[in-house]
């Protein structure tokens, strides 16, 4: 049977990045992709799994909301009892929510129209954040941090933030949200929200507004790093421990259901 005839369906899950070297298959390190397509092979008795996420995140980064798609040899009957069966299986730091036959052609990456990340700071140390958020026990203007994030939100060349070598053919991202947000008393989470995003981009962002907030770079110094387009002129990227991918959206999919017809 060719393979472009098999059935596709979207997995939905998250992820603990503590343990694994990001979402894609690595050559010589553990993955969130090649653990899961193991278990799919096992649950669905195939030889073999090919999956396809939604984007790739960096070693150590997590996600509370990722897609990926595969094809099945045949018709999954139980998608609720082979979701049930994934999690048995597979490791605590991974969970599947969900599974459902999408279109043959629908594809969570190309397809995905926003993307959305959280990146959480704390400034007092706690044990109970370690590994889930970045600690920072230094001041930090947030009123000026802010107001060089909305720097960020228009749709232009984001070359200022991305990392070298991540082969995508064009460094422009449609912006659409950037804003801090206190969670706690010593809690801060910045929440950033494109249509696509460069490699490393949000890590690099957080760091070069940190150096705002730690009155290194102005609010107007923002908007030169912006366009000069030169990764040098921005700030470190900051730890992976503190971001989420947080939201992916797609155009069939309204309140976490298929509404395209597969007929």
Same mark, same amino acid.
């Given at each position: 049977?060719?393979?472009?005839?098999?059935?596709?369906?979207f997995?939905?899950l998250?992820? /603990?990045g503590?343990?694994f070297?990001?979402?894609?298959?690595?050559p010589?390190?553990?993955? $969130?992709?090649e653990?899961? &397509?193991?278990a799919?092979?096992k649950? %669905?008795?195939?030889?073999?799994?090919?999956?396809?996420?939604?984007g790739?995140?960096?070693?150590?980064?997590?996600? *509370?909301?990722?897609?990926?798609?595969?094809?099945?040899? &045949? &018709?999954?009957?139980?998608?609720?009892?082979?979701v049930?069966? #994934?999690?048995? %299986? #597979?490791p605590?730091?991974?969970?599947? =929510?969900?599974?459902?036959?999408?279109g043959?052609k /629908?594809?969570?990456?190309?397809d995905?129209?926003? @993307?959305?990340? =959280?990146?959480?700071?704390?400034?007092k140390? /706690?044990? +109970? %954040?370690?590994? @889930?958020?970045?600690?920072?026990?230094?001041e930090?203007? +947030?009123? !000026?941090?802010?107001?060089?994030?909305q720097? #960020?939100?228009?749709?232009?060349d984001?070359s200022? +933030?991305?990392?070298?070598?991540?082969?995508q053919?064009?460094?422009?991202?449609? $912006? @659409?949200?950037? &804003?801090?947000?206190?969670?706690?008393? =010593?809690?801060?989470v +910045?929440?950033?929200?494109?249509d696509?995003?460069?490699?490393?981009m949000v890590?690099? $962002?957080v760091? *070069? #507004?940190?150096?705002v907030?730690?009155?290194?770079?102005?609010?107007?110094?923002?908007?030169e790093?912006? /366009?000069?387009? !030169?990764?040098?002129?921005?700030?470190?990227?900051?730890?992976?421990?503190?971001?989420?991918? *947080?939201e992916?959206?797609?155009?069939?999919?309204?309140?976490?259901?298929?509404?395209?017809?597969?007929?």
């Open positions: 049977m060719d393979e472009q005839l098999w059935p596709r369906y997995i939905s998250s992820y /603990d503590s343990a070297h990001g979402w894609q298959r690595q010589n390190a553990i993955s $969130v992709q653990v899961l &397509e193991a799919l092979c649950i %669905l008795r195939q030889e073999k799994v090919i999956s396809v996420g939604c790739r995140t960096d070693t150590g980064v997590h996600a *509370t909301a990722f897609y990926a798609h595969f094809n099945a040899f &045949e &018709e999954i009957e139980d998608t609720t009892q082979t049930f069966r #994934l999690n048995q %299986l #597979l605590h730091g991974i969970a599947i =929510h969900d599974i459902f036959k999408v043959d /629908d594809h969570t990456r190309f995905a129209t926003e @993307r959305g990340y =959280h990146y959480y700071l704390h400034s140390k /706690d044990p +109970f %954040l370690y590994g @889930r958020s970045m600690f920072y026990p230094y930090l203007d +947030f009123e !000026k941090m802010n107001q060089a994030a720097l #960020l939100v228009f749709k232009g984001f200022s +933030f991305c990392k070298s070598g991540g082969g053919k064009t460094n422009i991202c449609d $912006v @659409r949200k950037a &804003e801090w947000t206190q969670v706690g008393e =010593h809690q801060w +910045f929440h950033i929200v494109a696509r995003f460069l490699r490393n890590r690099a $962002v760091g *070069t #507004l940190i150096e907030g730690r009155g290194k770079v102005s609010v107007e110094g923002m908007k790093i912006i /366009d000069l387009q !030169k990764r040098g002129a921005a700030g470190d990227s900051v730890h992976a421990c503190g971001l989420y991918l *947080t992916v959206n797609y155009p069939y999919i309204k309140n976490k259901q298929y509404v395209q017809n597969i007929g």
